[in-house]
């Protein structure tokens, strides 16, 4: 496709709507997986945290 124009190129010969929505809606997606496997490592690694000084508690009181 060849574009004349910035205004062209952003139409996108009349689909620039869906293409850059989608474009857009997947940019949110992939940020909020981002955003979500960092806050499950985050968690992951507490309660490995919070087992380990459980663990070792419970070998002091033995």
Partial sequence: ????SLND???MGGYGLYVWGSFGVTAVCM???MVWVKNARAQALSQVATELAAESNS???S
């Fill in 1 to 4: 496709m060849i574009w004349n």
């Fill in 9 to 11: 190129f952003w139409a």
């Fill in 31 to 33: 940020a909020l997986e």
């Fill in 59 to 61: 070998k002091e009181w």
